[in-house]
């Protein structure tokens, strides 16, 4: 964007979501209740969720990030760079999902949590999902059937953000933390039923850069 380094857009979005994250615990008294579980994607919505962990184990915060991806370690270069941040860190245990197995096993433990992040898939998608991404958003899902709070980075996983449709399934959160600007699709009927309360973060995106 403009020429913004994207570790510095990711560093932003990343440090907006934990900061939300943080508040929303503190607010319903789950702060220090649980672990804050992260279901992370392989591209650059799972890298802001990496930054999101660090900055919570920062805050004192027990954070699982889970990687629901084939690969661990993101092909982007940008989330690798944050995953490795955080690859050793001993404060942020760390779960890779590459299969609905995977997944559904980790699922088990999912009613300690205190709050879950859908860092999933930041653009949406259209048509069915696949495992294991469709495991992990019917376990954020089944999670907030049990009353855990779910904060969305930038969408939640499977709304179109131009119309808000979402596709089968797709996440429900509380709270969902878009970045820059108001995104249409979350505006929508549908795009509001999904997303719940929608937190505009400004990441350092000047306003020039949605002209032309």
Do not use: Y
Not at 191 to 211: M, N, Q
């Amino acid at each position: 964007a403009l020429g913004i380094p994207e570790e510095r857009l990711m560093e932003h979005a990343g440090t907006a979501v934990a900061a939300a994250v943080k508040a929303l615990a503190v607010d319903t008294d789950r702060w220090g209740e649980g672990p804050i579980v992260i279901l992370c994607g392989p591209g650059n919505n799972g890298g802001d969720g990496f930054v999101a962990a660090r900055r919570l184990a920062l805050a004192g915060a027990q954070v699982v990030v889970a990687v629901v991806a084939t690969e661990a370690r993101p092909r982007n270069a940008t989330a690798a760079r944050n995953w490795d941040r955080i690859a050793s860190d001993v404060g942020i245990a760390k779960i890779h999902a590459p299969v609905a197995r995977d997944v559904a096993v980790f699922g088990q433990g999912i009613e300690k949590a205190a709050v879950i992040v859908d860092a999933l898939l930041g653009t949406g998608v259209r048509g069915t999902l696949r495992d294991p991404v469709r495991s992990a958003v019917d376990l954020i899902l089944r999670a907030r059937g049990m009353g855990i709070p779910v904060v969305a980075v930038d969408t939640p996983t499977a709304i179109d953000l131009s119309s808000g449709e979402p596709s089968d399934p797709a996440v429900r959160a509380d709270l969902t933390v878009t970045f820059h600007r108001p995104k249409t699709g979350l505006l929508t009927r549908r795009g509001i039923a999904h997303a719940g309360k929608v937190l505009v973060a400004p990441i350092g995106i000047p306003p020039e850069a949605d002209r032309g």
